[in-house]
């Protein structure tokens, strides 16, 4: 493919110091006092996506599209909406995701991919992706320009050859951006090498495992019986019956503990924490495994692993994350041709207050217990996870995420919760994110919000001044450490 020449651009592309402050001058003028004692704090970020394995390797980035593009599941489901409508995005040669580098068949060429994300640069206004975006490539990268159809080629060799340079190496950049720790999500079954890599390297505590058992807990799977075995193998517990399955799944609980593991995932349709008697678990893992289960009964064997989950975590000390209410895959046709994670989950309506009483009845007294929940319905923060945060010691509310993670959002949040919450019962920021790049942005944006909110009750006198500050550390660092202590046994 013939590479136009590039194109000469004067660097006047620059971040605006208030990007996401209050528009009111007054209340902006104490929301940047308090974004002042935040904005270099350390990031704890509990809660992601990227994969170990890449700072344990520590290897040069490929190129910009395969860094910033194709694994970002928000970029890549905008670019594809406007696939059939007229313009930039069409004409650049958008129409599934697989031109923009994901799945099988997929577009091979990285400059390609980048052009014709620079191309659809325009459908990002306004968005959570564009604040992102805008900071990683001027903060991270010093890029001269923003993406257009223009520029797309001297931000690929902008972007290609600051990637070539030392510093901008995976471990490098966790130094630059701050991070004192991160969590990964790991599958149940997995061996958990490239954590014990980063440990030999002085790297333990540092990048820690969180304990993600889903595809274990849904009996309703088409491959759930051909799980057992590599369970059964990583944890070196026969999992192919009722008592051993728990037992495996405890053994390899106490393989991420010692690992440094602070946490569990789950992230199942429906939060539902019923348990069933012995009997009936043994009798539906019994018709699970035979392929004899219905809908109905795969459900409730999953409500039931939910609460072993929360008393295992009573009995283990690994922090229950929770973020129920989603519809994976929507689009099934396009999963089964270009695979998960590619932009088709869809948030439903979801009932907490029922679903989560069993396990709280339970536990959540408990002083070995802590669960932190997620939702993207907002719509249930004040009616129901607010007052139930403010009620069990052992609950958490999760910070805004996934679709709910942008400016208003995070405003609204505040607004919703912190009447029933107060701040402290809330987990603070996770970044949720498998874009490495994007995590010092997305904390980045989180400050700037809460500074709003906490200069707006100052402004009304609701806060003293020395209150927002000292609850802005708190937002900011202090609650993202403190929601996920580590249990005993866990790697320094």
Not at 138 to 158: K, N, Q, Y
């Amino acid at each position: 493919m013939t590479v136009p020449p590039a194109v000469e651009v004067p660097r006047t592309w620059a971040l605006h110091p208030d990007r996401a402050l209050p528009s009111d001058p007054g209340v902006r003028d104490v929301a940047r006092e308090i974004l002042r004692t935040t904005q270099h704090l350390p990031i704890v970020s509990m809660h992601g996506h990227v994969d170990a394995a890449m700072l344990a390797d520590d290897e040069q980035f490929p190129d910009p599209a395969a860094l910033l593009v194709t694994p970002d599941h928000y970029l890549v489901r905008m670019l594809v909406s406007q696939a059939t409508a007229p313009g930039p995005i069409r004409d650049a040669g958008v129409h599934t995701v697989a031109d923009l580098g994901v799945g099988p068949g997929a577009e091979a060429d990285p400059r390609e991919i980048w052009r014709r994300f620079c191309a659809g640069w325009g459908a990002f206004r306004a968005t959570p992706t564009r604040f992102w975006l805008e900071h990683v490539l001027i903060d991270v990268f010093e890029a001269p320009a923003p993406p257009s159809t223009e520029t797309a080629d001297l931000l690929f060799d902008h972007l290609s050859e600051r990637l070539a340079q030392p510093e901008y190496r995976p471990r490098a950049l966790f130094e630059r951006f701050g991070i004192e720790v991160l969590a990964t999500t790991d599958p149940a079954t997995s061996s958990l090498d490239a954590h014990a890599r980063l440990a030999a390297d002085g790297w333990a505590g540092r990048v820690i495992p969180t304990f993600r058992p889903d595809p274990l807990l849904e009996p309703a799977r088409a491959d759930w019986a051909s799980l057992l075995p590599a369970l059964g193998e990583s944890s070196g517990v026969d999992a192919g019956h009722y008592d051993g399955f728990l037992d495996a799944l405890r053994e390899r609980r106490r393989a991420f503990v010692r690992a440094g593991a602070r946490a569990t995932d789950h992230g199942h349709l429906r939060p539902d924490t019923t348990p069933l008697a012995d009997a009936n678990a043994r009798r539906l893992f019994d018709d699970a495994r035979r392929g004899e289960i219905g809908s109905a009964a795969a459900a409730a064997f999953t409500a039931h692993m939910l609460f072993q989950m929360a008393e295992m975590s009573a009995e283990d000390g690994l922090v229950m994350q929770l973020h129920p209410g989603v519809v994976r895959d929507h689009d099934r046709g396009a999963a089964a041709r270009y695979g998960h994670d590619i932009g088709y989950d869809i948030p439903i309506a979801t009932e907490f207050t029922r679903a989560l009483r069993p396990a709280l009845e339970a536990f959540g007294h408990h002083p070995n217990f802590r669960m932190v929940v997620f939702t993207v319905d907002e719509t249930v923060y004040s009616r129901e996870l607010a007052p139930l945060a403010g009620a069990y010691p052992g609950l958490r509310l999760g910070a805004p995420w996934w679709f709910l993670d942008s400016p208003d959002a995070m405003r609204r949040f505040r607004e919703a919760t912190t009447d029933t919450a107060g701040f402290r019962n809330t987990s603070g920021f996770v970044d949720d994110t498998r874009a490495f790049c994007s995590i010092p942005a997305r904390h980045d944006l989180s400050r700037r919000a809460d500074a709003g909110y906490l200069a707006r009750l100052v402004a009304e006198h609701r806060l003293e001044m020395d209150e927002a500050l000292d609850t802005a550390a708190d937002l900011a660092y202090r609650l993202a450490r403190d929601s996920y202590p580590a249990p005993a046994g866990a790697a320094a």
